[in-house]
């Protein structure tokens, strides 16, 4: 069908999950965070770290690092090991707005620990709290965290983090993670944590900011006016901006432009991020700079990166702009106050006021990482800046029609309309305009409200502003947004037809297949509209993301033509509606508009200068467009808005504020070219525009002149600017069109008693005194007064004459009521006066003190309306004279004026019009003055030449219409309690335009029922009829509580939109509705009501409304409206009152219940004594009452708890209302059915068995011992425990044991919730309300309303028959008794889950306390140190009462030594319910019979016994056997064989027919055996869990014939074996040589072992083998680690302080993993790391047999084929080859290789095989040899002979001979040198002288 209109819709089975999926979160989010309200709530984020992988770097010591908002909690230290094993919880408890929370970056990092200096990073990961909050519900659980250095993400991953974050809301319950137990291969690239199909890739979010615009002022101007005089220049622009950008926890900002509005900064800020971010929001932050204290802002936008980004293929990266971002925050004005709502300019809730704009650009560039953060943009990118400035000029254009609800103030209100700076008339920058409404006076409707008296002329205002051209983004919005709309009005239709009972479905088909044939229509208009080849093209300024917004756009709605297309052939309606509803929320989805550069049209409320009420109007939704379907949906259009004052940042603030207004009125924003068109939008009236100035007279000695006036002669309505009427000059494009005409305000024809037949004149006595002096006595030395001290005075000529209470003169068409009387109810003494030191000061106080020289008393008199037509006919002439002389009169000029001349008036003016005819209509009309024709005297005064003024504009209209409204107010229910009793006596004020009507009063109520028919006749409104029908007035209902003293008190309001009936035959007659009630926008209950509007102009009218009986004369609902009514039996349990608060100081101890349905009241009677059994005598009550047939109408039901007191007096003392009865509705058991059901169970009725003998009762224990026990030694059940069933059950596949699984025995059921939610509360009897008292009682969040306690009870109701047939039967006819009953409760606590940490450490010391009434048992001393999930494995056994002990408290404390113990959270059990309940919750139980083993039947009670007394509870008859694997129950045949039929028969079972019994049992949806996880809460976080507990009760009742309670299950901890690791490191082969020695040059390397148990700070080493120069070494080293391991379990226990400062051990389950590493030695420097390797020792690889076969296959590794593993406890001793490999690089490489023996021995078999460590004694199993090593390993430092020997002769032997050699050379030439020349010189002397 898609095809008809000629565009084919894509196929819906091509769209990819990816794209479905992006489109469902999209949706999830919108959903998710429009739930939550926009206040201060608890949050709680959980971070669950679980492991790393892949760490960079060796030998780590990691330490994981979480941070959100400036709070900081870390891990514990992993030592060694770039695979750390946390498996810790991080809590951070929130309480802020959540817009302000999902804005916060949740940073995880990973450090490597440094004991001295600072951590050194590792690498982390950032995220939005709002995008985990996004996630179905609300978590991410076991996602793997790709770590980056943040400062260069280019440098690649750093490693990885698996964890769990939860994001906890009120009424949030976290989802369960599963059990955390390090594995050797994972997967981590699937379970990444980013957007699904996607690759993390490095790059450079490019953000620019070009400049800023309309920038208010932010410094004082103190100096400012100095400068002025002396001369200098003065600095007007007082802001000193910059602009502050944040994106995932990176942060930029702007350099400080001084003294600029409108600052350029041309900034770009480059943050590195890596896309797809998991970060949402770029917020941008203008700042104002101040010198000496605190930066202040200017305002806050953000930029979501959903809207400027899209992932998936056909996505495309961040990009936006150029553009302006609109920036809004508090009012501009500027004070020098602290502004006290600067929370609106930090971002936290929505900005009432523009606060100016900032143009940026968004761009994302990846694979390249920014050099530079801050840059200033380049002066070539800056001129193409320009072509995005061009502006349009744009027209707003207002129209007033009605301004009511206006609340009292004491200056005239006026309305401005403003779109940014442009009509903001405190804005003294921009050019002045029309923008503010005739300052007029509210003026009281006689009921209840206010309104303004614009009747025919209703004011119009008219802005124009320039802004960009972005007609082309603002059509495709709203585009969209029309598609939506229509597709939502069709489905609303059809989901209302369908909430109809027995609706005709061909009709709701037929409804929804007209909704999509008009949205096929629609779809392809728009899909035409949007294509660039048909529809309208982009302008050349258009952005990239204009582009690719459209192009998504487009997509979409293809998608969507061919769904729509394949639905409409559907016939099934819930299918379809689903369907349009999905297709209404992805419509949704397309409705954002980043680069809208138009701002906001905003609406203010003035009252003098001081702005009251906004509101905001999104500009596209005003904006014109020549097609329908792309214009504004308020464009043109009168709608009804509501102004509220601005938003306070406390909740608690809501009540205090004080404004507000309701306006109708018409607005339409477009481009100047169309302005003539706007009128058009208006049917009926005319618009004309004027030229308005006030004369100004002043009262003096009674005369008035204009002399005497303190104001210009001529002025603004201010008094401020001079305007006389001859100084106009006519605007250019206008033309005068005739002369000055008296125009008077019309609300001045309003007296402030105005709609009031009653009034209270009143006047003061004064007197006067000196100090210490006394008062006068006589009322003839007083002078009166008003209530601002001003005497009451006349002027006869020249003389003032002091008037008295007596000369005040009634007014005409009123008379005098009573005489003058003193005002006592005030504070004042008891003749009336009060008392002050001076009447100025206005300190009065009602004693007397010797200080007090004045005093005064107020004195009152009624005054009554006549209603004699001619007193009225005069009157009102008197009034037209009035109006038209125009004279408004005053006390003085700048107070409220008022039509009647008044003694005390001195000021008095008229309004004058001039209008205006439009030559050009492009011009404005602002006005200049002509100087030459003001007088003299004036231009001594300001310069006003400069100061433009503008025109008046109206709407008038001829003629008006009469209407009628009637509104059907049948009840209310759930409203706001105001009294302190919980109740309320509330009453409707309906208001509709400026009329309003107040319904009756309704005594001692939160569900009213008026029954109530309010008419307003003769309601006038103008504009055509048809304007009214598409757009009618809306109606506003308040409610309030009556009170005799004080205010009536706010309970809650409804806007309704009333159905507007012109033809009676073809419009139907309205449907009682149910419309919800707010309260601050706070749900306060709901209101039963239909309205309907009637064209009153001389047609017919229905009839009028039937009249109540006497005494009441109010109108009620007519029949046809007023549902129909059927005689209905309700009945009521009554089984009893629980945990009752006092009341008034005394306990409720004698309490009966009153229920109140439908004006007809039934009682109970009273418990005796509600301590001893708090339970009613006589539970069943019956009443029989009228109700309505539809269960849409069902009213609710009041039940009360009154307390039957001394003196007769019978006080309430606690309430519940069931909002409707729908839900208790029932069908009626017909009296034949009824009886031949009590005949069934007469017959099958077991007679009452007399007492058995001894010896029966012996035969029947026995039979019962022999079927239980025949395996006394328990030999079977020695294997598993009860543990093992446990972790079977909750799919713990580490900790279960094979063989438990194998051979078939039982399973719990666990279940994830409450036991009462998994069996209807166990409400099958019963149900507990919650009772309440006080003010808001109902509201859970309201402090004031409290619980006081709870009643027990039951209600059914069923219609009676009404064609005579026989009545039904009762259905509460078989109740047990109410007596008390003793019984034995037993508690088992398993463990806790994710409890709430109380130590600053992050842990908690949890124990258990356990309170049944008034017994308590505190565990106290088996306190768990340091446990956030504790292994409990606890019982208590209490005895308890029913029902004076019903509720069981566990309580988890946190130990402290020091202080008093904290609580960590709570939960209580109603055991009652379970003791009454069918479900049997008594004892769950087994899945099969079994006389011995683990799963061994532990009931009092055999299963046959069990089933018997379950066919009397439920009257059926008795089961009969047919023999031992055969029975008939409730007419049906069971066999053994059908449960039983291909299972193998446990020797454990019992016998065969108990084992049928307990089959059949099973099948009768009764309480199995279980474990049921219970939520912990604190009354610190009330809706907050703290943690969960794991545990079950069993309730064994007492009494005769009940047996023996059987003994209690074993669940207390496993306790660990303890073990011995023997190690004994035999050699090492190619290890990396990691040295050179500096003497030979030879690369060598001093090897040594070292290993730990990981969890052990305890590390062992070998000694050194010295010099390896092969990577060989020898060693022959053993080494030993004692340790706690649980078999069952396979993980190692390790209890070890945590500081060397903790008190306690922190008890550790960690996996058994052995850390074996290669080191070399060095002397002076730290040991260099070689190698490594991780043994799990239940999973660890296998050895190899030699070292030439050892490689790095060996060893698990993730993405790869797994090696074979074995388990060393299992296999006791392992010998062999392993690698040690190193990861420094990223990749594993191979460092050596490790000869090791590994063998486990138990502590017995240490004791028979001892071993020492090392190689030391004893020496034995084996016996260690010292290593043969070559005499190369030795220490040179030690052994200097080695050290010559193999390393200086070895080397350098030759170069010692020669060097000797040539040393003993050298000698003997010195030597001959030396002794040469004397043997010479002897040698030549005996010769020469021979002899």
């Given at each position: 069908e898609g095809e008809e209109g000629g565009e084919a819709g894509v196929d819906p089975s091509s769209v990819s999950p990816e794209v479905r999926e992006r489109r469902k979160r999209a949706r999830r989010k919108r959903a998710m965070r429009s739930k939550l309200p926009n206040k201060e709530l608890d949050f709680q984020i959980r971070v669950h770290v679980i492991e790393g992988r892949k760490l960079v770097g060796g030998q780590l010591n990691a330490v994981t690092k979480v941070s959100v908002a400036n709070d900081v909690k870390e891990t514990s230290t992993r030592k060694g090991t770039n695979q750390p094993f946390w498996d810790e919880m991080i809590y951070f408890n929130m309480k802020m707005r959540p817009s302000e929370l999902f804005d916060k970056v949740l940073e995880i990092r990973v450090m490597n620990a440094k004991r001295v200096l600072r951590d050194a990073m590792i690498g982390s990961f950032k995220l939005d709290v709002g995008m985990a909050y996004d996630e179905p519900e609300h978590c991410f659980i076991h996602k793997w965290l790709l770590l980056t250095d943040p400062n260069d993400p280019g440098d690649g991953p750093k490693g990885y983090l698996k964890v769990s974050i939860h994001i906890i809301g009120p009424g949030d319950d976290p989802k369960p993670s599963p059990p955390v137990l390090p594995s050797e291969s994972v997967d981590i690239e699937s379970n990444l944590l980013r957007p699904s199909g996607v690759r993390l890739q490095s790059g450079t979010l490019s953000l620019r900011v070009y400049r800023g615009e309309d920038l208010p002022q932010m410094d004082p101007g103190y100096f400012e006016g100095v400068k002025s005089l002396l001369g200098m220049t003065a600095q007007k622009e007082l802001v000193d901006p910059y602009c502050t950008v944040s994106f995932a926890g990176h942060k930029g900002r702007t350099e400080v432009i001084?003294?600029?509005?409108?600052?350029?900064?041309?900034?770009?800020?480059?943050?590195?991020?890596?896309?797809?971010?998991?970060?949402?929001?770029?917020?941008?932050?203008?700042?104002?700079?101040?010198?000496?204290?605190?930066?202040?802002?200017?305002?806050?936008?953000?930029?979501?990166?959903?809207?400027?980004?899209?992932?998936?293929?056909?996505?495309?990266?961040?990009?936006?702009?150029?553009?302006?971002?609109?920036?809004?925050?508090?009012?501009?004005?500027?004070?020098?106050?602290?502004?006290?709502?600067?929370?609106?300019?930090?971002?936290?809730?929505?900005?009432?006021?523009?606060?100016?704009?900032?143009m940026v650009e968004v761009s994302m560039e990846l694979g390249k990482l920014p050099t530079d953060k801050h840059e200033t943009i380049k002066i070539v990118e800056q001129k193409k800046i320009p072509q995005f400035l061009r502006r349009h000029k744009y027209k707003l254009y207002a129209a007033m029609f009605s301004g009511t609800l206006v609340e009292p103030v004491d200056s005239a209100v006026e309305f401005e309309i403003s779109i940014g700076n442009y009509g903001n008339k405190l804005e003294k920058n921009v050019a002045p305009q029309a923008s503010t409404t005739q300052p007029t006076?509210?003026?009281?409707?006689?009921?209840?409200?206010?309104?303004?008296?614009?009747?025919?002329?209703?004011?119009?205002?008219?802005?124009?502003?320039?802004?960009?051209?972005?007609?082309?983004?603002?059509?495709?919005?709203?585009?969209?947004?029309?598609?939506?709309?229509?597709?939502?009005?069709?489905?609303?239709?059809?989901?209302?037809?369908?909430?109809?009972?027995?609706?005709?479905?061909?009709?709701?088909?037929?409804?929804?297949?007209?909704?999509?044939?008009?949205?096929?229509?629609?779809?392809?208009?728009?899909?035409?509209?949007?294509?660039?080849?048909?529809?309208?093209?982009?302008?050349?300024?258009?952005?990239?993301?204009?582009?690719?917004?459209?192009?998504?756009?487009?997509?979409?709605?293809?998608?969507?033509?061919?769904?729509?297309?394949?639905?409409?052939?559907?016939?099934?309606?819930?299918?379809?509606?689903?369907?349009?509803?999905?297709?209404?929320?992805r419509l949704r989805t397309l409705t954002s508009e980043p680069q809208n550069c138009i701002p906001d049209v905003i609406i203010w409320m003035l009252s003098g200068n001081k702005r009251v009420a906004s509101t905001r109007i999104p500009s596209h939704k005003l904006m014109y467009s020549p097609t329908a379907k792309t214009k504004g949906s308020l464009c043109g259009k009168i709608t009804t808005i509501f102004l509220t004052p601005p938003a306070v940042e406390k909740e608690e603030e809501l009540e205090d504020q004080e404004g507000g207004a309701q306006l109708r009125l018409l607005l339409w924003l477009g481009l100047e070219e169309h302005q003539s068109l706007w009128a058009q939008e208006v049917s009926g009236g005319t618009v004309a525009v004027y030229a308005e100035t006030y004369e100004n007279e002043g009262c003096v000695f009674g005369h008035w002149s204009s002399t005497a006036a303190t104001r210009p002669n001529w002025s603004d309505s201010k008094g401020k600017i001079k305007q006389p009427k001859d100084a106009f000059v006519s605007p250019e494009g206008w033309r005068w069109d005739g002369d000055w005409f008296i125009s008077p305000e019309l609300s001045i024809a309003f007296e402030p008693d105005e709609g009031l037949n009653e009034w209270h004149e009143e006047i003061y006595e004064n007197q006067m005194r000196m100090p210490f002096s006394s008062w006068a006595t006589d009322s003839e030395s007083s002078y009166w007064s008003d209530i601002r001290g001003d005497k009451i005075v006349e002027y006869e000529g020249k003389n003032e004459k002091a008037l008295s209470?007596?000369?005040?003169?009634?007014?005409?068409?009123?008379?005098?009521?009573?005489?003058?009387?003193?005002?006592?109810?005030?504070?004042?003494?008891?003749?009336?006066?009060?008392?002050?030191?001076?009447?100025?000061?206005?300190?009065?106080?009602?004693?007397?003190?010797?200080?007090?020289?004045?005093?005064?008393?107020?004195?009152?008199?009624?005054?009554?309306?006549?209603?004699?037509?001619?007193?009225?006919?005069?009157?009102?002439?008197?009034?037209?004279?009035?109006?038209?002389?125009?004279?408004?009169?005053?006390?003085?000029a700048n107070l409220t004026y008022h039509l009647t001349e008044r003694t005390m008036d001195f000021a008095r003016r008229r309004r004058w019009h001039r209008k205006l005819v439009a030559v050009d209509p492009g011009k404005p009309a602002i006005f200049c003055f002509d100087s030459k024709k003001k007088k003299k005297k004036d231009k001594d005064d300001d310069d006003d030449d400069a100061k433009q003024q503008v025109p008046r504009m109206y709407l008038t209209f001829k003629d008006c219409h009469t209407y009628q409204l009637r509104a059907y107010l049948y009840q209310a229910r759930e409203m706001h309690s105001a009294d302190k009793s919980g109740l309320s006596d509330p009453y409707a004020i309906m208001s509709f335009g400026r009329y309003s009507t107040t319904s009756r009063v309704i005594k001692e109520s939160v569900c009213p029922t008026w029954d109530?028919?309010?008419?307003?006749?003769?309601?006038?409104?103008?504009?055509?009829?048809?304007?009214?029908?598409?757009?009618?007035?809306?109606?506003?209902?308040?409610?309030?509580?009556?009170?005799?003293?004080?205010?009536?008190?706010?309970?809650?309001?409804?806007?309704?939109?009333?159905?507007?009936?012109?033809?009676?035959?073809e419009d139907s007659a309205p449907r009682l509705d149910w419309y919800d009630i707010t309260r601050y926008n706070k749900p306060a209950g709901e209101m039963l009501a239909a309205f309907e509007l009637f064209l009153d102009e001389g047609g017919d009218l229905p009839f009028a409304p039937p009249t109540a009986q006497a005494p009441a004369k109010h109108f009620i609902v007519p029949s046809g409206i007023r549902p129909v009514l059927q005689k209905t039996r309700i009945e009521i349990l009554c089984w009893g009152v629980r945990d009752m608060k006092r009341f008034q100081l005394l306990p409720v101890e004698s309490p009966l219940v009153e229920v109140e349905c439908g004006g007809t009241v039934v009682r109970s009677k009273h418990i005796d004594d509600a301590s001893k059994n708090p339970n009613f005598p006589e539970p069943v009550m019956t009443v029989d009452v009228l109700l309505p047939k539809e269960e849409l109408y069902a009213p609710p039901l009041n039940i009360r708890i009154l307390d039957k007191r001394t003196f007769g007096r019978t006080p309430m003392v606690g309430t519940h209302i069931i909002k409707s009865l729908k839900d208790f509705m029932v069908e009626p058991v017909p009296s034949e059915a009824q009886a031949a059901a009590i005949q069934a169970t007469a017959v099958v009725a077991l007679p009452a068995k007399p007492s058995a003998a001894p010896e029966e009762d012996l035969a029947i224990i026995m039979e019962e011992t022999a079927a239980l026990d025949s395996d006394p030694d328990q030999k079977k059940a020695s294997d598993f425990d009860w543990w093992s069933k446990y972790y079977y059950s909750i799919g713990d596949e580490k900790r279960t044991q094979k063989e438990y699984v194998d051979q078939g025995y039982d399973k719990l059921a666990v279940y994830s919730t409450e036991l009462e939610e998994q069996f209807n509360n166990f409400t099958d009897l019963a149900t507990t309300f919650c009772l309440f008292r006080g003010k808001g009682s109902r509201d859970p969040d309201d402090s004031e309303g409290q619980g006081v306690g709870l009643f027990k009870g039951a209600v059914k109701a069923y219609h009676l028959p009404d064609d005579g047939s026989p009545m039904p039967q009762r259905i509460m006819s078989n109740i047990p008794s109410t007596a008390p009953t003793e019984c034995v409760v037993r508690v088992y606590i398993i463990k806790g889950l994710d409890l709430q940490p109380q130590d600053p450490g992050g842990r908690s010391d949890p124990y258990i306390k356990v309170k049944i009434g008034k017994q308590e048992i505190n565990d106290k001393d088996n306190y768990i140190p340091n446990q956030l999930n504790p292994l409990f494995g606890r019982m208590f056994?209490?005895?308890?009462?029913?029902?004076?002990?019903?509720?069981?408290?566990?309580?988890?404390?946190?130990?402290?030594?020091?202080?008093?113990?904290?609580?960590?959270?709570?939960?209580?059990?109603?055991?009652?319910?379970?003791?009454?309940?069918?479900?049997?919750?008594?004892?769950?139980?087994?899945?099969?019979?079994?006389?011995?083993?683990?799963?061994?039947?532990r009931d009092r009670e055999l299963p046959k016994t069990i089933l018997q007394e379950y066919c009397s509870l439920k009257h059926l008859p008795d089961p009969q056997w047919l023999s031992k694997t055969q029975v008939v129950f409730n007419g049906n045949t069971y066999t053994l064989e059908q449960f039983e039929q291909g299972k193998e028969v446990n020797s454990d079972w019992g016998v065969e027919d108990e084992r049928l019994a307990l089959h059949v049992l099973h099948q009768q949806n009764l309480v199995p055996?279980?474990?049921?996880?219970?939520?912990?809460?604190?009354?610190?976080?009330?809706?907050?869990?703290?943690?969960?507990?794991?545990?079950?009760?069993?309730?064994?009742?007492k009494g005769e014939g009940k047996g023996n309670v059987p003994p209690p299950i074993d669940i207390a901890s496993r306790k660990p074996e303890k073990h011995l690791l023997r190690i004994v490191v035999w050699n090492t082969k190619d290890v990396i040589l990691d040295e050179v020695s500096i003497a030979t040059g030879e690369a060598m390397s001093d090897i040594y072992v070292k290993g730990w148990l990981r969890g052990q700070d305890e590390s062992q080493k070998t000694d050194t083998h010295y010099r390896s120069m092969d990577g060989e070494g020898n060693f022959n080293w053993r080494l030993v680690y004692p340790f706690d391991y649980l078999p069952s379990e396979q993980i190692m226990v390790i209890k070890k302080k945590q500081h060397f400062y903790s008190l306690d051990k922190t008890e550790v389950h960690l996996p058994p993993i052995l850390t074996v590493q290669v080191w070399d030695n060095d002397l002076f420097n730290p040991d260099d790391f070689i190698g490594t390797l991780d043994f799990n020792l239940v999973a660890m690889p296998e050895p190899a047999r030699n070292a030439s076969g050892c490689s790095l296959t060996q060893l698990p590794e993730d993405g790869k084929k797994q090696p074979p593993l074995m388990n060393l406890f299992k296999k006791k001793r392992a010998k062999g080859w392993w690698p040690v490999f190193t990861e420094?690089?990223?990749?594993?490489?191979?460092?050596?290789?490790?000869?090791?023996?590994?063998?486990?021995?138990?502590?017995?078999?240490?004791?028979?095989?001892?071993?020492?460590?090392?190689?030391?004694?004893?020496?034995?199993?084996?016996?260690?040899?010292?290593?043969?090593?070559?005499?190369?390993?030795?220490?040179?430092?030690?052994?200097?002979?080695?050290?010559?020997k193999h390393i200086i002769w070895k080397f350098y032997k030759w170069h010692i001979i020669c060097g000797i050699v040539a040393v003993i050379f050298v000698l003997l030439i010195v030597i001959f040198v030396y002794t040469a020349p004397s043997s010479f010189m002897n040698l030549m002397m005996d010769r020469i002288l021979p002899g």
């Open positions: 001084w003294n600029e509005q409108d600052p350029e900064w041309n900034h770009q800020i480059n943050l590195p991020i890596r896309f797809p971010s998991m970060c949402e929001r770029i917020r941008f932050q203008m700042k104002d700079k101040d010198k000496l204290g605190a930066d202040d802002y200017i305002g806050t936008t953000f930029l979501n990166l959903s809207e400027v980004s899209a992932p998936g293929e056909n996505g495309f990266l961040p990009t936006f702009g150029p553009c302006f971002l609109n920036v809004y925050g508090s009012p501009r004005e500027f004070t020098d106050m602290p502004d006290k709502f600067d929370h609106l300019n930090k971002g936290l809730i929505e900005g009432v006021a523009y606060r100016g704009r900032v006076n509210p003026v009281y409707d006689g009921n209840s409200y206010y309104f303004l008296p614009w009747m025919d002329t209703k004011p119009c205002v008219v802005v124009d502003s320039q802004w960009e051209d972005c007609s082309y983004r603002i059509q495709a919005l709203n585009l969209i947004i029309f598609l939506a709309d229509q597709l939502n009005e069709g489905l609303e239709v059809a989901k209302k037809r369908v909430s109809i009972e027995n609706c005709d479905l061909d009709e709701v088909r037929m409804d929804l297949g007209e909704c999509l044939d008009t949205f096929i229509d629609n779809l392809v208009s728009a899909i035409k509209w949007l294509d660039p080849e048909t529809g309208t093209a982009m302008p050349k300024t258009c952005t990239r993301l204009d582009v690719l917004t459209r192009d998504r756009r487009l997509e979409e709605l293809k998608y969507l033509l061919g769904e729509a297309g394949h639905l409409r052939s559907s016939e099934e309606v819930r299918q379809c509606i689903d369907e349009i509803d999905d297709y209404v929320g209470r007596d000369d005040i003169k009634c007014p005409e068409a009123w008379k005098w009521e009573s005489e003058w009387e003193v005002d006592k109810n005030r504070a004042c003494d008891d003749d009336g006066w009060e008392y002050c030191v001076e009447s100025g000061m206005a300190a009065w106080v009602p004693y007397e003190r010797n200080m007090h020289m004045c005093r005064r008393r107020r004195w009152v008199r009624m005054r009554v309306r006549i209603t004699d037509p001619k007193i009225i006919e005069k009157q009102m002439a008197k009034r037209k004279k009035a109006i038209e002389e125009g004279w408004e009169y005053a006390r003085l109530q028919t309010m008419v307003i006749d003769q309601i006038r409104l103008f504009g055509e009829p048809g304007s009214v029908k598409s757009s009618p007035p809306r109606v506003m209902v308040e409610f309030y509580d009556k009170d005799t003293v004080g205010e009536d008190e706010f309970i809650g309001k409804v806007v309704c939109v009333p159905k507007v009936r012109f033809d009676l035959e056994e209490i005895p308890a009462t029913f029902p004076v002990d019903h509720t069981l408290s566990i309580t988890v404390m946190d130990y402290d030594r020091l202080s008093a113990d904290d609580l960590i959270g709570a939960t209580s059990i109603d055991l009652e319910n379970r003791f009454l309940s069918q479900h049997r919750a008594l004892c769950g139980l087994p899945e099969t019979f079994s006389k011995r083993g683990p799963a061994k039947w055996e279980h474990v049921e996880n219970r939520t912990l809460y604190n009354p610190m976080q009330p809706n907050i869990p703290q943690g969960t507990l794991h545990m079950w009760v069993d309730i064994f009742p420094e690089t990223g990749v594993r490489e191979l460092a050596g290789k490790l000869e090791l023996e590994l063998e486990i021995v138990s502590e017995e078999e240490e004791q028979l095989r001892p071993a020492g460590k090392a190689r030391d004694e004893p020496n034995l199993n084996p016996t260690l040899e010292p290593p043969n090593r070559p005499a190369t390993s030795f220490l040179w430092f030690t052994s200097p002979f080695k050290t010559f």
